[in-house]
């Protein structure tokens, strides 16, 4: 089974510049999470889509952040302008409907220097 | 809203020696589930172990068992016979019932000394 899929693994951009991630799900999972990782914390949900619906972006910087996930499948994960404290892993993970299983990639390094 | 604190940001074992990791949670619910993720330096989160609140039976996967006390809220990770790929970063996390997202502790990094 594949598993949850990101690009790209590494970026590095100026402050103020923009940036999208991608995420592929596991095939048929129909919940996908963004987490936010800063260094020497544990992940942070930013956002929760199920199916092309959000359920969650509670978290979500929305001045600045962005995420869509067009029919139900991938994900991007947007943001502009970047700021230095955005330097962080950029988690996707998916998971069946009511699971208590979700499933990680191996997320997107970011640094904006 | 719930909180998970990991007491411990980095621990130590000897090869082939136990260690226990500590975790404890705050919530008002009744019905949750408790996961200890492993992550590497590849960065990608690992489910170790889960356990079901409304099992009284602490779960164990091989080298892996855990010490889920509900009333005191605390779900430690036990590793038998430590091996030098058990090295990672350990993050405990909580997860209501549902379609609900994963709760993070801050982790615990764990280093396995040959």
């Known amino acids: 089974e594949a598993g949850v899929a990101q690009s790209p693994r590494y970026k590095i951009i100026e402050k103020r510049q923009s940036v999208a991630f991608w995420c592929n799900p596991i095939s048929g999972h129909a919940t996908l999470y963004w987490y936010q990782q800063i260094l020497g914390q544990g992940p942070k949900l930013l956002i929760q889509f199920q199916n092309n619906g959000v359920v969650d972006d509670s978290q979500l910087p929305k001045d600045r952040f962005s995420a869509e996930r067009l029919k139900g499948v991938d994900s991007t994960l947007k943001i502009q302008p970047a700021k230095l404290e955005d330097s962080a892993v950029y988690l996707c993970?998916?998971?069946?409907?009511?699971?208590?299983?979700?499933?990680f990639g191996q997320g997107t390094r970011l640094t904006v220097v | 809203a719930q909180t998970v604190t990991q007491s411990q940001p980095e621990m130590s074992v000897q090869e082939a020696e136990t260690v226990t990791l500590s975790c404890t949670y705050d919530?008002?619910?009744?019905?949750?589930?408790l996961f200890w993720y492993k992550q590497p330096p590849s960065r990608q989160m690992i489910l170790v172990i889960r356990q079901e609140a409304y099992k009284q039976q602490n779960a164990t996967e091989n080298r892996f068992s855990v010490n889920f006390q509900k009333a005191a809220k605390s779900f430690s990770l036990k590793i038998s016979d430590s091996q030098l790929g058990d090295a990672a970063m350990y993050f405990c996390?909580?997860?209501?019932?549902?379609?609900?997202?994963?709760?993070f502790g801050k982790g615990t990094r764990l280093s396995v000394i040959a």
């Open positions: 993970a998916s998971s069946l409907r009511s699971p208590t299983k979700a499933f």
């Open positions: 919530t008002s619910e009744s019905d949750y589930y």
């Open positions: 996390a909580y997860r209501s019932p549902g379609n609900t997202p994963l709760v």
